[in-house]
């Protein structure tokens, strides 16, 4: 389903900043200069898909053997690595985003995962691009490499505008114990569909802060 890897993409790409006060901690969406991060992405969702106007779609997936409303327990893995050059003399900076690998499993009633073929893999997918002075990113600027080459006229429009989109989200400060709400729209355009509407409300928590590394809790729900 490319909806539901639209949705994966933009928990991938919202990587945060973090800056450390105290027993708070500020979480900042917009890219930053001279940086050099790897981040390890667990998307765990739970997906139930029911059926409002029946073409014949329940006798087909009856016969062979599913039922509806039909649930899902699916883990999503993704390593990606996020680099930015020095800021120049006109205050810009380029920035990379790589993604090293990832895994699609299946997660059955009895714990096992089952490893689930992906359609569209993102395994060394370069992203690179220019951020200006002001945090914005022209599209001009947005190049997608590497990876399957077939895949790049379905992912540029998605990372485009999630990119583009993110620049604008304001950073939330979470403090130690407090769950933080945060919420954010987005309108994303997938090829061969509508333009997805989309608002989330993401719930922050901050669990500890040890050498430095601050480890978050954040809840993402999409409507």
Known sequence: MRSAHAVVLIALLFTCGLTSAGESVELDYRLQPGRDMLSESVTDGITTVRIREDRGLMAKAAAKGVKFPHTMHI???????????????????????????????????????????????????????????????????????????????????????????????????????????????????????ATLSMKMRIFYKLLEVVNGVAKVEMVYVLE
């Open 75 to 193: 883990v999503k893995r993704q390593n990606m690595r996020h680099r930015t050059g020095p800021r120049e003399k006109d205050g810009s900076f380029l920035a990379e985003m790589q993604f090293l690998g990832e895994s699609t499993h299946l997660k059955l009633p009895n714990g096992h995962e089952e490893a689930v073929p992906d359609k569209l893999n993102m395994k060394d997918v370069q992203l690179k691009a220019r951020i200006k002075a002001d945090g914005s990113i022209p599209e001009h600027t947005i190049t997608v490499e590497g990876g399957d080459p077939s895949s790049h006229q379905f992912l540029r429009p998605i990372l485009v505008s999630v990119l583009q989109q993110a620049a604008n989200i304001p950073p939330v400060r979470i403090q130690d114990g407090v769950s933080s709400p945060q919420d954010v729209a987005l309108q994303i355009p997938v090829p061969g569909l």
